[in-house]
């Protein structure tokens, strides 16, 4: 008799061990996961301050810059769709689609806004205006805090990722339905270097 509540009880044991270590793994999934969302969140919070100073910016260039209206409509329009993709991943950064779609927007804003400044080089009185300075300035202000935002959250996305690629984290993860997150990550090279606004 007691042979037999020995051989059922290995299996219970061996069982009542994977379920307590399944709930491990998922926990700790679920931990990660709120910590790169909670990353995210701060780089929205940066980037809405971002998205508030561009047409502000394009508003003081406007009396100044009267025959460039093509290039203030391409960056209200690039400000646009950045914002709007952005909600999206907002909404859920451990979508990787979402993530893309925002990245490429992101992009775009970014070269826009490259261009933006390159022209603004042809209008000294623009450069010297005050309010063109102030702003300018909180806008390197904000892009720096999104720079240092961006890094914690992918520091975040990576410590999810690699928590998720682990055996036996990797069973568990599939079965869970725990995704790779996508990193902020810059997608086309040239947009890695910096936008240059001089006002001297």
């Not at 931990?31 to 909670?38: A, G, L, Q, S, T």
């Not at 971002?50 to 003081?60: A, F, Q, S």
């Not at 290039?71 to 689609?97: C, F, H, S, W």
Request: charged fraction near 20%; proline fraction near 4%; avoid cysteine.
């Amino acid at each position: 008799m007691s042979i037999l509540l020995i051989a059922l009880g290995i299996p219970v044991l061996v069982i009542i061990i994977l379920i307590f270590m399944g709930i491990g793994i998922y926990n700790g999934l679920i931990e990660y996961r709120n910590r790169f969302k909670n990353a995210f969140a701060q780089i929205d919070v940066q980037l809405k301050r971002r998205y508030d100073l561009i047409p502000n910016l394009v508003e003081t260039a406007k009396s100044y810059m009267n025959h460039e209206k093509e290039t203030l409509e391409r960056v209200i329009k690039a400000r646009n769709q950045a914002m709007g993709a952005e909600q999206q991943a907002a909404a859920n950064p451990a979508d990787p689609d979402a993530m893309k779609r925002f990245l490429g927007a992101e992009g775009a804003l970014s070269g826009s806004m490259g261009g933006f400044f390159a022209l603004m080089e042809n209008y000294p009185d623009l450069k010297a205006n005050q309010n063109m300075m102030q702003l300018s300035e909180e806008l390197t202000t904000t892009e720096n805090k999104i720079s240092f935002a961006r890094q914690a959250y992918n520091d975040s996305v990576m410590v999810y990722n690699t928590s998720r690629e682990k055996f036996p984290n990797v069973i568990f993860a599939g079965m869970f339905g725990f995704h790779a997150a996508q990193g902020f990550e810059i997608l086309d090279p040239t947009e890695r270097e910096a936008i240059k606004v001089s006002f001297s």
